[in-house]
T-cell receptor
Framework: DAKTTQPNSMESNEEEPVHLPCNHSTISGTDYIHWYRQLPSQGPEYVIHGLTSNVNNRMASLAIAEDRKSSTLILHRATLRDAAVYYCIYTNAGKSTFGDGTTLTVKP | EAGVAQSPRYKIIEKRQSVAFWCNPISGHATLYWYQQILGQGPKLLIQFQNNGVVDDSQLPKDRFSAERLKGVDSTLKIQPAKLEDSAVYLC??????????????FGPGTRLTVT
């Protein structure tokens, strides 16, 4: 089963960077790591994904450990609109498994 | 570009009744997913289609749930008969493809089902 481990909750202050960790110790060498986030009463929203190298897009950065057993989603300046549940997943044998994610609270 | 469309948005039924949900994926997306999300939990994959073939339905309760994807585009998920524990949000997602997760998934707004 492609299960990841994330902290249940994290807090951040507005305008500060946030580092959301994820462990995926059973990932294989060709499986991509994806991050999604879900705001209340909405479907999950794609944030970023990567394979081996660190990745950047307009929403966030993804730092992948050299052994690929963990990754970190980086929000460079958290805003109140970033308050959501963040899910880290990877695909194993064509199947992705969502855990319960990390609930991010952003304080003004 | 239009997103993933789902209908209805809300449905309330009594136990033992039937219900159907409809999903229209993003145009050109070969892979379609149905997820069940119970309050406070992450989405749980029920079934994954690649075009109109089933790739994974290992977590679909086949005695009561069925899904089809006609012509590799729209999809319908049916529950018959419904149980109280089926109360959840049913999410549809689509992606260009699914080789080892190289492509991101786009989710619809979901259908909130309440079984009384």
């Amino acid at each position: 089963d492609a299960k990841t481990t994330q902290p249940n909750s994290m807090e951040s202050n507005e305008e500060e960077p946030v580092h959301l960790p994820c462990n995926h110790s059973t990932i294989s060498g060709t499986d991509y790591i994806h991050w999604y986030r879900q705001l209340p009463s909405q479907g999950p929203e794609y944030v970023i994904h990567g394979l081996t190298s660190n990745v950047n897009n307009r929403m966030a950065s993804l730092a992948i450990a050299e052994d690929r057993k963990s990754s970190t989603l980086i929000l460079h300046r958290a805003t109140l609109r970033d308050a959501a549940v963040y899910y880290c997943i990877y695909t194993n044998a064509g199947k992705s498994t969502f855990g319960d994610g990390t609930t991010l609270t952003v304080k003004p | 570009e239009a997103g993933v469309a789902q209908s209805p948005r809300y449905k309330i039924i009594e136990k033992r009744q039937s219900v159907a949900f409809w999903c229209n994926p993003i145009s050109g997306h070969a892979t379609l997913y149905w997820y069940q999300q119970i309050l406070g939990q992450g989405p749980k994959l029920l079934i994954q289609f690649q075009n109109n073939g089933v790739v994974d339905d290992s977590q679909l309760p086949k005695d009561r749930f069925s899904a089809e994807r006609l012509k590799g585009v729209d999809s319908t998920l049916k529950i018959q008969p419904a149980k109280l524990e089926d109360s959840a949000v049913y999410l549809c997602a689509s992606s260009l493809g699914a080789p080892r997760g190289a492509y991101e998934q786009y989710f619809g707004p979901g259908t909130r089902l309440t079984v009384t």
